[in-house]
């Protein structure tokens, strides 16, 4: 019988153990996890979970009896030491393992830059369950927090924080929120949202951390209780990198998520797109989809019609979402919904539908996600009218 073997017992692997078995296949599945706990959702770790607001049930993907129902073999707090791909077999501290296809699902960790190592209690970074419980229970003891990053998870972390009652304060070194994807309309959207909620931004600032713990910025300085790194994530691609498959922070991989072995798959936050101009994809959805494409892969199930990428966040009491591409690149139009002050920006490439960003106005996203699918040619006044319906904007 053969087998697929999956490291990494998080989102995108439980996903593609499921996955393999909705397309039929029938072989052995082990999915091996370096965590004690089932393959949980990360998302809520910095919203409402560390606010003790989400029991951890609720972000389980795959409990142990599912699991079983489903013929997967979990092995859980047992990290995957190397890979053997000669003898096409993996190994853990007691165990080695054989494998017809390999999918590798380790995701990646929080970024770090060098402080002092007294100020290590102090400093946190959210990845995990124990990182976020680690925040929420500081959060109760503090009375201010320092944000080093104005990304999206620092922007979340930022929420929290400030929701917890305390003084926040966020460093972000780009002039303006979220740089590396947003474009301008909603970094200052963003920006409003946290300014109006009370955390003091400091952007076009790289703080300096001192050994006694002081933020020390152009704007002043302040001594924390708190410090929360959010400036990026690096791949966990060591055990690919060391089997010799080709890496560069992240797994490269083809669209099906194939490595430079074909028997070997890279899904999720681990795996680096070539044919996207070797991109990373650290997002829920691209967890999903990338281990659907290596189920199909491995099953020969035809291939999935392609969906434009969508994104979304939480910040105090709003839902932001992103849709396709929205850059500064193209038209935007504005739409105001008058009643709750909602908003969405629809971007146009030549007057075809390619990007929106819904600011709680999530129907807009689902009414704009076949549109955008297939690049609708769209009105641009009946887009910013509210009034309209938005498939009522379509041009024939
Ligand atoms: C705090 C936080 C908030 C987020 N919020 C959002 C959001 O609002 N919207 C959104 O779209 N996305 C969000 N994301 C991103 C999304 O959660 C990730 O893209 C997704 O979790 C990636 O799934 P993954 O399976 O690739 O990695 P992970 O979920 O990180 O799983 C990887 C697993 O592999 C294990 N592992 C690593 N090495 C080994 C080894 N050698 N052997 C065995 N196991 C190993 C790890 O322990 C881990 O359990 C958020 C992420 C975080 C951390």
Redo the contacts with the bound molecule.
């Keep these: 019988m053969s087998r697929t073997v999956i490291?990494?017992?998080?989102?995108?692997?439980?996903?593609a153990a499921v996955k393999l078995r909705e397309f039929g296949y029938n072989g052995e599945i082990v999915l091996?996890?370096?965590?004690q706990?089932p393959?949980?959702?990360?998302?809520?770790?910095?919203?409402a979970y560390a606010l003790g607001q989400m029991p951890f049930e609720k972000l389980v993907l795959l409990p142990a009896d599912k699991a079983t129902e489903q013929r997967i073999e979990m092995r859980l707090a047992?990290?995957?030491?190397a890979i053997d791909r000669d003898k096409q077999v993996v190994r853990?501290a007691e165990d080695e393992i054989g494998y017809d296809h390999l999918i590798l699902?380790?995701?990646?960790e929080?970024r770090r830059i060098p402080l002092p190592d007294q100020l290590a209690d102090k400093v946190h970074i959210?990845?995990?369950r124990e990182?976020?419980d680690a925040l929420g229970k500081a959060l109760a003891k503090a009375a201010t927090a320092a944000i080093i990053g104005g990304g999206?998870?620092g922007l979340?972390?930022a929420a929290t924080c400030k929701s917890s009652g305390i003084n926040v304060h966020l460093y972000e070194t780009a002039p303006r929120l979220c740089a590396r994807v947003a474009p301008e309309w909603l970094s200052s959207v963003l920006h409003d949202i946290q300014a109006d909620n009370g955390v003091a931004l400091h952007l076009g600032e790289t703080p300096e951390i001192t050994d006694d713990g002081q933020i020390v910025s152009a704007s002043g300085s302040i001594t924390p209780d708190v410090i929360v790194l959010a400036v990026g994530?690096t791949a966990?691609d060591?055990?690919a990198a060391d089997a010799g498959l080709r890496c560069n922070d992240g797994v490269l991989v083809s669209e099906n998520g194939q490595s430079s072995d074909p028997k070997i798959f890279a899904?999720?936050?681990?795996?680096r797109y070539v044919h996207l101009g070797n991109l990373r994809?650290?997002?829920?959805?691209?967890?999903n989809q990338?281990?659907e494409d290596a189920a199909r892969g491995i099953t020969g199930s035809p291939r999935r019609n392609a969906e434009p990428d969508?994104?979304?966040?939480?910040q105090f009491k709003h839902n932001i979402q992103m849709l396709g591409t929205c850059t500064d690149a193209q038209d935007a139009v504005l739409r105001v919904h008058p009643k709750t002050g909602a908003k969405s920006c629809f971007f146009l490439d030549q007057g075809l539908l390619v990007g929106c960003i819904a600011v709680d106005s999530a129907r807009d996203i689902g009414m704009s996600r076949g549109l955008v699918a297939k690049g609708q040619k769209v009105d641009h006044a009946k887009l910013s009218d509210p009034a309209i319906p938005i498939r009522g904007c379509v041009e024939t």
């Design positions: 490291v990494g017992a998080g989102q995108a692997g439980a996903v091996i996890g370096a965590e706990h393959p949980y959702e990360r998302p809520e770790l910095s919203k047992a990290p995957v030491v853990t699902a380790t995701g990646g929080g959210v990845r995990s990182d976020a999206w998870l979340e972390a994530m966990n060591s055990l899904i999720g936050d681990c795996a994809r650290e997002s829920w959805q691209n967890a990338s281990a969508w994104f979304w966040s939480k």
